[in-house]
């Protein structure tokens, strides 16, 4: 060990790199908060990066008919997400791409009479359209098609193109942490991290740490003794299809209960295949299933519900994961974004968006209780971790893990330069000739 620790501080420290960690620290940072992003994988790793990318505004919650209060908040979302997307909102998202600008709701054949009630709710008016028999989409155009189509203007977003935008935005201030060489300290109830790097101690102040690290979150709150907040997690197995249909779908297929019996994402996989990805009922029915029985679950309900969609050349894969939410009573669902302070120590807070689409919200309730707190940015230090610690990758989509390329890429673009080099040789060869030949 060289010299003694260099003191590092900051305003906000914010540990893990998910959509939550990242729009958090992209706000801070626009507030001209001293901040700093710890990941410890790559950006977007676990839910963010599996997660389907639809910015919805809680329509599928409704199935009871009722707007809940919970189903109001949401229901701004996509407007807030819409306004970030076009560079006016409080986080600039122009480089994030949009998959889709709507998503569908259908049903099946038999129609039951609680959705025929659901889709008759005057909550709905204005928030979904019924969609004429010749204004369908190629996935559902089919004459043997005779459920009840609605189209909600919500947006499907790219996710991976999400992660990097965001983490562009703060590209100086997002840092790999390796926790073999970094350790927590509670001082007088205030929290404190050490980072041991290239034989250099760091110690990190923070006005405010915020756990963000989705499911990481309870080892870090076990780790430190804390009992509160706790977190539940809820088990999924989505699938993943890969085929050469050529048309994208975004939707909803509701049955009888109230998740949606399928949800299904397009994702490009590459310039020759494509990628539905499966959730809704089936990843959580799926959840305790071994990959071969969901993969036989999934291929019935898809002939069932889109028995004229053709997969049988297709290739199928699955992919356990588990959300991670603040603990409720019986384990129900949350319906907000959740940020609270930890138990017994005062500079720590901990975050759960428990959706993609409820960032933001999170973000604000962040930043409500940074005001109540009278924090300003006060921080001056000169010492900063830029250039010390490693910056972390962005994580690959699920489906780039479960379909990698038969050949690596970069042998693949070797290839494709001495194929189109020899072309080219050739066609010269060829010119060469005929002028050759001509008298
Ligand atoms: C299959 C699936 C589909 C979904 N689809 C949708 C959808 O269409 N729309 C929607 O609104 N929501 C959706 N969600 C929910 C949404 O994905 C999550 O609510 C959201 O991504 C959670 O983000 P997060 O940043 O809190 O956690 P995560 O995305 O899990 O990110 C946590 C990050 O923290 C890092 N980390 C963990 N531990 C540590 C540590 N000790 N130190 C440093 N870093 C750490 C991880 O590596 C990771 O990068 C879906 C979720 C799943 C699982």
Redesign the pocket.
């Known amino acids: 060990m060289s010299s003694s620790p260099i003191r590092i501080d900051l305003d906000i420290a914010v540990?893990?790199?998910?959509?939550?960690?990242l729009w958090v620290a992209n706000r801070l940072k626009k507030q001209g908060f001293k901040i700093a992003l710890?990941?410890?994988?790559?950006?977007?790793?676990?839910?963010?990066m599996?997660?389907?990318?639809?910015?919805?505004g809680g329509m599928k919650y409704t199935l009871s008919g009722m707007l809940t209060g919970a189903s109001e908040t949401i229901a701004d979302m996509p407007q807030y997400w819409r306004a970030c997307l076009c560079g006016d909102g409080d986080v600039d998202l122009r480089n994030t791409r949009l998959l889709s600008d709507h998503f569908y709701l259908w049903s099946g054949n038999s129609i039951s009479a609680k959705l025929s009630s659901f889709f008759a709710s005057t909550a709905l008016n204005g928030r979904i359209d019924p969609v004429p028999d010749d204004r369908r989409p190629p996935v559902l155009r089919h004459a043997d098609f005779g459920g009840n189509l609605y189209k909600l203007v919500d947006i499907v977003l790219d996710v991976h193109s999400l992660v990097t935008n965001l983490a562009h935005n703060i590209e100086n201030q997002c840092f790999l942490?390796d926790?073999t060489h970094s350790s927590w300290q509670i001082n007088s109830g205030q929290l404190q991290l050490t980072i041991e790097q290239d034989g250099q101690i760091y110690e990190v102040h923070a006005q405010r740490f915020i756990f963000?690290?989705?499911?990481?979150n309870g080892?870090?709150l076990d780790e430190l003794g804390i009992n509160k907040p706790a977190m539940q997690l809820r088990p999924?197995q989505?699938v993943m299809i890969r085929h050469h249909y050529p048309y994208s779908f975004y939707g909803h297929c509701l049955g009888g209960e109230t998740t949606p019996r399928l949800t299904v994402s397009s994702h490009r996989l590459n310039s020759t295949d494509y990628v539905w990805y499966l959730?809704g009922s089936l990843?959580e029915k799926g959840a305790h299933m071994t990959p071969e029985a969901l993969i036989e679950f999934a291929q019935a309900e898809l002939a069932d519900i889109l028995p004229w969609v053709d997969m049988a050349s297709a290739e199928w894969k699955t992919l356990p994961?588990e959300?991670?939410e603040p603990l409720q009573p019986n384990f129900l669902r949350p319906e907000n974004a959740f940020v609270d302070r930890a138990q017994g120590i005062a500079n720590l807070l901990v975050a759960?968006?428990?959706?993609?689409?409820?960032?933001p919200n999170l973000a604000n309730q962040i930043l409500d209780l940074i005001k109540d707190d009278q924090l300003l940015p006060i921080s001056e230090s000169k010492n900063n971790l830029y250039g010390i610690l490693p910056i972390p990758p962005i994580?690959p989509t699920p489906w780039e893990t479960a379909f990698p390329p038969a050949i690596d890429p970069v042998v693949a673009v070797s290839y494709k330069l001495q194929e189109e080099l020899s072309e080219a040789y050739d066609e010269g060869e060829e010119e060469d000739k005929k002028e050759e030949e001509q008298p």
């Open positions: 540990i893990g790199g998910g959509v939550a960690g710890f990941e410890h994988k790559a950006l977007g790793s676990d839910q963010t599996a997660s389907q990318g639809m910015i919805h942490i926790w963000c690290a989705g499911k990481g080892d870090l999924l989505q959730g990843a994961i959300r991670a759960w968006p428990t959706k993609l689409t409820l960032a994580a």
